[in-house]
């Protein structure tokens, strides 16, 4: 018989920068307890379902998130507490159906996601299993799909998420080159310390941003990849062969709609267009190990991304994050129109683990590549490196190799990877970029 929850209990917390945020507390009628807490992101794809904001200007600047505590502990535990469900995506369905609006704009996407994050959590403590197991069978998987991800870790901050002129939003590390996961986030964070290590020698800041990449206030966007590839060198590593690159470049932050051009540097421009932009990334790919390029273009720029896609497909993961917001319709529309080959996985964006596992599922029978991904504002909640490994979905984003809420991501996935083994089984490395 299914167990029933019997309690449901939200609070405002704070996440990574200092931003209330939603933590949820569930209890099911055999006494175990799941808590988990809500990420939010700076960097936001319009189609996004709706994050619940109080918007009192004297609380928290308006950030606060009472209503969706208030909703929380009324309505949805009216809902859901004393009733059994047959599995989480009962859980998800049932809370979705009473929101009963497009983008979750009831609720937030902020409230149904913190029950549904809780309840995994709940139930991985019932059955006293390991919490990327029930996102395994969830997903219809087995034991042979599960996979350590290849970590994509953003050692440099430009864009929305430092305030130093750099167009392009995240400069990553991918350390694909190895045998574990342990060997590849030690590579990591040699590069880290050894970029830091460069930076000081340079004069530069070496303070960090939001997701704790050095935020330098650097020429170019190619001097932020010369400077990364030369402590990648420098650390004793091979680039290419055991670590290449990759960008966030979250295009849409930079996009003018009104000239409909890219406010971009380059080549003693200003602004670039669609063209032009593309342009620049086939430079970098011919220089450069670039292996993946994330929010290459606005993310209503669907020509222009049939164009990118044609052009570097092949070649390059092109990853949209903003240009699909974790949600179906538009990874339906992207696979319709041969735009993209990798989706980027942001719980919160579609508010509900079960949808973003169907779009996750949805993504791997056409061939897209899914990224599991953290946002700007995030907690010391785990719960995405049980995602990544669970679905094997091969990669994982959550940040550089500072910062307590994304060192927590990664120091889980090193006890998941050490449990293993202890087990007397094995969670292979995935590489996801040839080595």
């Not at 029933?4 to 569930?26: A, M, N, Q």
């Not at 995506?89 to 809780?118: E, M």
């Not at 942001?346 to 946002?375: A, C, D, F, P």
């Not at 927590?408 to 087990?423: T, V």
């Amino acid at each position: 018989m299914a167990l029933s929850i019997s309690s449901l209990f939200g609070r405002e917390v704070l996440d990574s920068r200092g931003t209330p945020t939603l933590e949820v507390e569930l209890q099911l009628s055999d006494g175990s307890r799941g808590r988990a807490m809500v990420p939010s992101g700076a960097s936001k794809g319009e189609h996004e379902a709706l994050e619940l904001r109080d918007g009192d200007p004297k609380r928290y600047l308006g950030k606060g998130v009472l209503k969706a505590v208030r909703n929380i502990q009324d309505e949805v535990a009216r809902i859901l507490v004393g009733k059994s469900f047959a599995d989480l995506k009962a859980v998800d369905h049932c809370l979705i159906q009473a929101d009963g609006t497009d983008q979750k704009k009831k609720f937030g996407a902020n409230t149904i996601l913190g029950v549904s994050l809780a309840y995994a959590h709940a139930l991985s403590a019932s059955q006293k299993r390991e919490l990327y197991w029930i996102f395994n069978e969830m997903m219809g998987l087995s034991s042979k799909d599960l996979s350590m991800p290849t970590p994509l870790m953003n050692i440099l901050n430009g864009g929305v998420h430092a305030n130093n002129g750099l167009e392009i939003q995240e400069f990553m590390i991918v350390p694909h080159g190895f045998e574990s996961f342990s060997e590849a986030l030690r590579a990591g964070t040699e590069v880290f310390h050894h970029l830091k290590n460069r930076l000081h020698d340079l004069h530069y800041s070496t303070a960090v941003g939001d997701e704790g990449g050095f935020a330098p206030n650097l020429e170019s966007n190619e001097q932020a990849i010369e400077l990364i590839c030369e402590a990648i060198t420098k650390a004793g590593y091979h680039l290419g062969k055991q670590i290449s690159l990759a960008l966030d470049v979250a295009s849409s932050s930079f996009f003018n709609k009104e000239k409909v051009l890219y406010d971009f540097r380059w080549k003693g421009a200003s602004s670039v267009n669609s063209q032009e932009l593309i342009e620049f990334y086939e430079s970098l790919r011919k220089k450069y190990p670039l292996v993946s390029i994330e929010d290459g273009l606005d993310e209503n720029d669907w020509n222009g991304w049939a164009k990118l896609t044609q052009t570097l497909g092949k070649s390059t993961q092109l990853v949209g994050d903003d240009l699909f917001v974790t949600q179906k319709k538009y990874l339906e529309k992207g696979i319709r129109e041969k735009v993209g080959n990798a989706i980027l996985i942001k719980v919160n964006q579609v508010g509900s683990l079960s949808e973003t596992m169907e779009t996750m599922l949805l993504g791997k029978k056409h061939g897209y590549r899914s990224i599991v991904s953290h946002r700007s504002g995030e907690t010391e909640d785990i719960t995405i490196a049980h995602l990544a490994v669970g679905s094997g979905c091969g990669q994982i984003k959550t940040g550089s190799l500072s910062r307590g809420e994304r060192t927590a991501k990664y120091n889980e996935l090193l006890r998941i990877e050490e449990g293993a083994l202890r087990r007397g089984t094995c969670i292979p490395f995935f590489r996801a970029f040839t080595a």
